[in-house]
């Protein structure tokens, strides 16, 4: 059964401050996603990761994905305020012809200026 | 653009009521998803659905179930609505295909059992 874990679940970081958010996940799994989400919004696809070794750039944020260490991290590059959401990362799970995506907790980023 | 659209943005239901949470895609999804999403937990998938009339149990599908009698529509609904379902709950859609399977999601439905 695939499960996703991510950490921290909080982090309160300066701007101008760097800072990496984790995404692990249990089974073989080669597609991770990362969404944002604003408070009382729905989910924004940030990045979606499909093979190992990818790296993905938005501004201030990069993802990248370790399918070997079943690792992916968001990092956060000089935080500026309106960086203020919760993430989340999901991983790929396939069964025969169904397909889902299995969610983390989440990681709720405040940016104090 | 990708359009996941939910009936209701809020909704306050008494216990014991029989709830219909409706969701639309307009991309031609093959599948849809509903999710429950509470603080600390993440989001918990609670049924999906890979085809018309196809659906398949998530992880917390206890006290739910799901029509898909459409492709673009996906319901979900709570037979006897209890106050432990009080929870924001999100609509999902994807494509089926080896190029993977972005989610797209609705806006949400706050729902809340008294």
């Known amino acids: 059964e695939l499960k996703v874990e991510q950490n921290p679940l909080f982090l309160s970081m300066q701007e101008g401050k760097n800072y990496t958010i984790y995404c692990n996940y249990s089974t073989t799994s080669d597609r991770l996603y990362w969404y944002r989400q604003d408070p009382g919004k729905s989910l924004e696809s940030l990045f979606v990761l499909l093979s190992n070794g990818a790296v993905k750039q938005e501004g201030r944020l990069m993802a990248s994905l370790d399918t070997k260490a079943r690792l992916s991290t968001l990092h956060i590059t000089a935080a500026v305020h309106d960086l203020s959401a919760t993430y989340f990362c999901?991983?790929?799970?396939?069964?025969?012809?169904?397909?889902?995506?299995?969610f983390g907790t989440g990681t709720l980023l405040a940016v104090q200026p | 653009d990708v359009k996941v659209t939910q009936s209701s943005r809020y909704l306050v239901k008494r216990t014991g009521e029989k709830v219909f949470l409706e969701c639309v895609q307009d991309?031609?999804?093959?599948?849809m998803f509903w999710y429950r999403q509470d603080p600390g937990l993440g989001l918990r998938l609670i049924y999906f659905?890979?085809?018309?009339?196809?659906?398949e149990k998530g992880d917390i599908p206890e006290g739910y179930s799901v029509s898909r009698e459409k492709k673009e529509r996906f319901s979900l609904i709570l037979e006897s609505a209890s106050t432990n379902q009080t929870s924001m709950y999100l609509c999902?859609?994807?494509?089926?295909?080896?190029?993977?399977?972005?989610?797209?999601f609705g806006q949400g439905t706050r729902l809340t059992v008294v």
């Open positions: 999902a859609s994807s494509q089926r295909g080896v190029r993977g399977f972005e989610a797209f």
């Open positions: 991309m031609d999804h093959e599948n």
């Open positions: 999901a991983a790929a799970y396939y069964g025969g012809a169904t397909n889902k995506l299995i």
């Open positions: 659905s890979y085809d018309v009339k196809m659906k």
